[in-house]
């Protein structure tokens, strides 16, 4: 079983950057494919970014390719995601999921993650 808490989240003007946090409790963590996604009001939640267990596998939405990063370390069995350049829609709930140490490879869909955090919100204002 893992627990993943998010942590970063605030109130940031349009250009501005946040880096966002999801700490993990669970040895399994380190051998997660680990993924951040996002939901805005009235839409539906959709992929950001996610990284493998390695780090050695980075996907990105082509919405965020260039301004975000996601990084690892499974030392601190945390996964962060470095925000920049924000926009207003960027404005979101952010979600830490992780897929279960078996199922390898990076994935886009929801359904591909088993472990799912509380969310924080980024706010960007214009």
């Known amino acids: 079983q893992v627990q993943l808490v998010e942590a970063g989240g605030g109130l940031v003007q349009a250009g501005g950057s946040l880096r966002l946090s999801c700490a993990a409790s669970?040895?399994?963590?380190?051998?997660?494919?680990v993924g951040w996604f996002r939901q805005a009001p009235g839409k539906e939640r959709e992929f950001v970014t996610a990284?493998?267990?390695?780090?050695?596998?980075?996907v990105y939405a082509d919405s965020v390719k260039g301004r975000f990063t996601i990084s690892r370390d499974n030392a601190k069995n945390t996964v962060y995601l470095q925000m920049k350049d924000l926009k207003p829609e960027d404005t979101a709930v952010y979600y830490c999921?992780?897929?279960?140490?078996?199922?390898?490879?990076?994935?886009?869909?929801?359904?591909?993650?088993?472990?799912w955090g509380q969310g924080t919100q980024v706010t960007v204002s214009s």
């Open positions: 990284i493998s267990w390695s780090g050695g596998s980075l």
């Open positions: 669970g040895r399994a963590f380190s051998s997660s494919v």
């Open positions: 999921a992780a897929r279960a140490s078996l199922r390898v490879g990076v994935r886009r869909d929801t359904d591909e993650y088993d472990y």
